[in-house]
């Protein structure tokens, strides 16, 4: 029997919801009628023409191209995110001689086609790339002309030029599309790959054999569309699709009209049941989420610990229908076909050791350092086989993709949205593998060609190109009281910085306009919430859970959540003390002991801040119940740094003072109460505090988001137990 747990609304934070885990046989469901629904589900909707004639009519060419790029990148279907090119050859003023000349826009180095903008394509004179012809030594010496491309730049455009480049250049058509179709990709990745391209397309589109993206590629493609002047495009064998016209529209439309014919004769021609049929049955959604968020950190801590992981959760029916199929270890050890998607998820995927009819996750948690050890060891071999004299030094051997059985996919990165990709990338291999087996046989990338691409030494420059990680980056972050102004600072301050953060707040509706406000700082894949009451042992469980299920663990827990409140203590209540013991003692024991918890299981060490006060070292009369609970916050923190010390695990405090502006406790009846002790108005109120402190100045939000950040980050690698006053001085709470 499972233990019963709870589980977030996530990540939305609209909410939390009990879900008891019953018996194994009430969560496995019936595989077979699964599958079924899977393999024999209507076809989702065609791929159609979103082309509009009003819309185009007044662009120029190259707003045609941004416009057809958008729209082809717009669909997961056409090519994946950051996959695929497109390009244009273009009539325009010469800037130095005014004399009309061809310009090649291509999309350039390192854009995505759904959110490209003009500026992310390379211009570049097609009289000087026809030049470069001139300059070719052969196929041993083609990776020194991706140096001469930056001297056939057009206007002096910074934007860097692709490897595709010659792909587009010598194609003898006007407008060309390049991309990454499932359904395409299928064919391409079939043992008879060349027979069925001639089969389905009845001539429409040439084939070339399988070679690695170069200028050589681009003269077989530029001899293959002159000699065969009726073609419409080529599809490369285990790669992807070109097609091309005269127009935009002819080209964008041609370009859907290939894909729509290949998914329609694979749907038609399956003669043999998909991934060899169904092998294990599928847990129910609740205990594949609770798997995952308990698998999640284990792993981070054993894969993290040269550089931070962030990680991703996938249970869709494409993921599950191949994680339970029969023939899952034999393809995922096949690896993948397409360079892009090879590139984003390594050689080949780890298969956890998993029954989901008897599932004994505490066997799968014991397992994890042999499979690791066995991936990493068959990862160095791989790479001992394959190098060449010049090959970079080896890389991360931890994988990437991790597929259990009747759980789903899990997926590590260097941050969030990698992370995402990655696993997107891999359920766009999972349909190229279901296409290509259920009409022929599906074949990898040859292991000599895989090495040659993950280890080319362009894509090595190209991420010695990239910018240093920010401070935080690969780090999870959990802050509670998260819809309030220190709240909301603090989580922006770390998301600027490189964090993921988790948002957690009691008021629901304050928590998700927090999140809608965050979300245009750091986008969706780097920021979440949920709701949640820190006084509940259950909900702050729950909470935990959801940030390992979004993010994969969790490193730096903000405690910030509060109240305040002011009464002689003759008119002290026990509900008003109680209400602040609950929230800023026992709140703050719940979360601590359970990020401590979570952060001793990763191994990686992590941060704790607690957001206490400045009348936690210093009291005040008629607040009695608040300053005890302020006072035991800090001593908590004290007594967590003892023991967390061994674990590198860091407890600092910060103590603000009359944070006024953005503070959601001095709108309330706090500001009221504190104005009536200090016998002023409470319009006054602001006034009054700063002309309090030593150094005559208000305290902001942002004071104390910095300060935050300073003792979570590694700047204070070497302080804990510490408290740092952020109050503009108050020389009675100065610390002793």
Not at 158 to 168: E, F, G, K, M, Q
Not at 297 to 322: C, M, N, T, W, Y
Not at 375 to 390: G, Q
Request: neutral net charge; charged residues 20%; proline residues 4%.
């Amino acid at each position: 029997m499972f233990r019963p747990t709870l589980r977030p609304a996530y990540p939305q934070g609209a909410g939390l919801r009990t879900a008891w885990r019953g018996a194994v046989d009430d969560d496995v469901l019936d595989t077979g009628k699964l599958m079924t629904a899977i393999s024999h589900s209507p076809a989702q909707n065609a791929i159609v023409s979103k082309w509009d004639d009003t819309a185009a009519a007044h662009m120029s060419e190259p707003e045609l191209l941004l416009y057809r790029s958008n729209l082809l990148g717009s669909d997961l279907r056409v090519t994946n995110f950051g996959g695929g090119n497109t390009s244009a050859k273009v009539k325009m003023k010469d800037y130095l001689t005014g004399e009309e000349v061809e310009v090649l826009w291509v999309k350039g180095s390192g854009g995505d086609l759904g959110s490209i903008k003009l500026d992310g394509f390379s211009t570049l004179y097609m009289s000087k790339l026809q030049a470069l012809k001139s300059r070719y030594r052969g196929l041993a010496h083609e990776d020194e002309m991706v140096d001469y491309l930056p001297h056939c730049t057009y206007n002096l455009n910074p934007r860097a030029a692709s490897i595709d480049t010659p792909l587009h250049a010598y194609i003898p058509k006007a407008h060309v599309d390049h991309m990454h179709p499932d359904a395409i990709i299928a064919i391409a990745a079939c043992a008879d790959s060349r027979r069925l391209t001639e089969v389905i397309f009845g001539g429409q589109l040439g084939w070339l054999p399988w070679q690695r993206p170069g200028y050589d590629l681009g003269l077989k493609l530029e001899a293959l569309a002159t000699a065969q002047p009726q073609l419409k495009g080529i599809i490369l064998e285990g790669h992807g699709l070109f097609t091309w016209g005269d127009t935009a529209k002819s080209c964008y439309e041609t370009t859907l009209a290939m894909i729509r014919l290949a998914e329609q004769w694979l749907a038609e021609n399956v003669r043999q049941p998909v991934f060899g049929g169904a092998r294990t049955g599928v847990l129910a959604a609740e205990a594949r989420a609770d798997i995952a968020a308990r698998l999640m950190p284990a792993l981070r801590g054993r894969i993290g610990q040269a550089e931070r992981k962030l990680g991703h959760f996938d249970d869709s029916a494409a993921v599950l229908e191949f994680v339970c199929s029969r023939d899952l270890p034999a393809l995922a050890a096949l690896g993948t076909s397409c360079p892009d998607h090879f590139l984003r998820t390594k050689i080949r995927p780890l298969v956890l050791d998993f029954d989901p009819a008897r599932p004994d996750v505490d066997a799968l948690l014991a397992g994890l350092d042999g499979a690791l050890e066995a991936y990493r060891a068959d990862y160095a071999a791989y790479y001992e086989r394959c190098k060449r004299p010049n090959s970079p030094a080896m890389r991360d051997p931890n994988p990437v993709i991790y597929l259990i059985p009747g759980v789903g996919m899990l997926s590590f990165a260097k941050d969030k949205a990698t992370a995402r990709i990655a696993a997107e990338f891999y359920v766009n291999a999972i349909n190229v593998m279901r296409g290509a087996n259920g009409v022929d046989t599906y074949v990898g990338l040859p292991e000599q060609e895989a090495f040659d691409i993950e280890y080319w030494l362009l894509e090595e420059a190209k991420l010695q190109r990239m910018p240093k990680p920010k401070s935080l980056a690969g780090r999870v972050a959990l802050v509670t009281g998260g819809a309030g102004g220190i709240g909301q600072a603090v989580a922006r301050q770390l998301l600027a910085e490189g964090a993921c953060v988790m948002l957690t707040d009691i008021d629901g509706a304050a928590l998700e306009e927090a999140r809608q406000s965050l979300l245009k700082v750091a986008g969706k894949d780097n920021v979440a919430a949920a709701q949640g009451d820190i006084t509940s042992e259950a909900q702050v469980e729950a909470l935990l859970a959801a940030t390992s299920l979004r993010f994969g663990g969790l490193d730096i827990l903000v405690s910030n959540a509060g109240i305040a409140s002011a009464a002689p203590l003759e008119d002290t209540t026990l509900e008003i003390w109680n209400r602040n013991q609950n929230i800023l003692v026992t709140g703050y024991f719940l979360v601590s002991r359970g990020a401590f918890r979570l952060m001793k299981q990763q191994k990686i060490g992590g941060s704790m801040v607690f957001v206490a006060s400045k009348n936690g070292l210093v009291a005040s009369a008629g607040a009695s119940a608040y300053c005890t609970a302020k006072a035991a916050e800090i001593h908590l923190a004290r007594c967590i740094a003892l023991e967390g010390a061994a674990v590198g695990v860091r407890v600092n405090v910060v103590n603000p003072d009359a944070v006024i502006r953005g503070s959601r406790i001095w709108d309330g009846k706090w500001k009221e109460e504190r104005a009536a002790s200090n016998k002023i108005e409470t319009d006054d109120i602001e006034e009054f505090y700063r002309q309090r402190s030593m150094l005559k100045l208000s305290v902001l939000p942002e004071d104390i988001a910095e300060a935050v950040y300073f003792l979570a980050s590694d700047k204070s690698g070497k302080s804990t137990g510490n408290v740092l006053n952020v109050d503009a001085g108050n020389a009675a709470a100065f610390t002793r």
